[in-house]
């Protein structure tokens, strides 16, 4: 059985870091990002691998300075090593990750732990790619900080035609598909997955670019009842891309992963004899940890990220809430929850 994200306090998450031999984290622009470093405090791992960004945010940069300071403190040796991430190059991002990793071996004996709270999508993927690659045996755990507030807010959904704009990047650039995540593909038809989020343009985008024949919609359900209504939100954005071809319309909760990959294996059931699977992340991170899992399992299936031209950092979120871990399920566990189709 796969348990689904378990709440951590401060107190918990400093009592099992004792059994944490690396810890990897973002130096994304949100506050959220640093608050699984600010919450171990002096209980940091041996090994520390800090992910830097690429993009030029002077929010990045900001964050990135505190969590290093933070990560130096102390008079406990550490080793904190440096990966730089341009999300536009995923596939390079996956090596140099593999060969920090590797670096480590044999001295990681322990846990995992992947904080994915300021990752993209393609980052998540490629995170969980290179960990399971380099240390097949060892139990990883995922970390994943809620913010406190998330842009857009209600008042300004309901009135948008006064407060300017919704969105929390601007128009999609690309369709991103990694040569990791490419799948495979034949002359059948195509089926799109698309974790349906808050930027209409991403959806309608990859959709465009992937002309599926047939759409499956997937809305994220939120965990908290004051957020419940992104979920009729999200709803109403897409509502446009029903009618342009064979759609299924499904919900999952946006906090547990196990939702997600099994609602994904039961299509995978129905379709893979005469289709091509492709799936697209753009709502929630931890939507996007059960789509790693069933690409993992089945390894045909393609994952699309369509890319915003930028990201506007102001409009992501304020603050932190609760911190999350879940315990990656092994292969042979997913493996139960989705056996080979017949």
Not at 109 to 126: H, N, R
Not at 317 to 333: A, K, W
């Amino acid at each position: 059985m796969i348990e689904p994200p378990k709440k951590l306090s401060e107190r918990e998450l400093r009592q099992a870091a004792s059994a944490c031999a690396v810890l990897i984290v973002a130096a994304g622009f949100e506050a959220r990002a640093r608050r699984v470093v600010d919450l171990l405090g002096e209980n940091r791992p041996a090994h520390v691998l800090l992910v830097r960004y690429l993009n030029g945010f002077k929010e990045n940069d900001r964050n990135y300075g505190l969590m290093i300071e933070a990560l130096s403190a102390g008079t406990r040796r550490r080793s904190i090593r440096e990966v730089e991430l341009d999300p536009l190059k995923p596939d390079d991002y996956f090596q140099l990750m593999k060969r920090v990793l590797l670096s480590w071996k044999p001295d990681v004996v322990g846990e995992i732990w992947i904080d994915i709270s300021a990752l993209p999508m393609q980052g998540i993927c490629s995170t969980l790619a290179a960990v399971r690659e380099c240390f097949p045996g060892l139990n990883v755990k995922v970390l994943y900080t809620e913010a406190a507030v998330y842009f857009p807010t209600k008042t300004e959904v309901t009135r948008r035609s006064e407060l300017g704009p919704t969105s929390i990047s601007q128009e999609m650039s690309a369709n991103l598909i990694p040569k990791l995540f490419g799948g495979s593909s034949s002359e059948v038809s195509t089926c799109l997955i698309l974790f349906a989020g808050y930027e209409k343009h991403r959806s309608f985008g990859v959709v465009d670019e992937l002309n599926p024949s047939k759409l499956v919609l997937v809305y994220g359900r939120p965990p908290d009842q004051h957020l419940t209504w992104r979920l009729d939100w999200s709803k109403n954005l897409h509502e446009p891309l029903v009618d342009t071809r064979p759609t299924a319309r499904e919900t999952v909760s946006t906090l547990d992963p196990t939702e997600s990959l099994s609602l994904l294996c039961q299509y995978y059931g129905f379709l893979f004899a005469d289709h091509n699977i492709a799936v697209s992340p753009i709502c929630s991170k931890m939507e996007c940890v059960g789509c790693y899992l069933f690409w993992e399992r089945y390894r045909d299936v393609q994952i699309a990220f369509p890319l915003p031209v930028t990201y506007l950092p102001n409009r992501f979120s304020e603050g932190c809430r609760r911190t999350f871990q879940f315990s990656l399920p092994s292969p042979s566990d997913v493996s139960t929850l989705a056996p080979a189709p017949l």
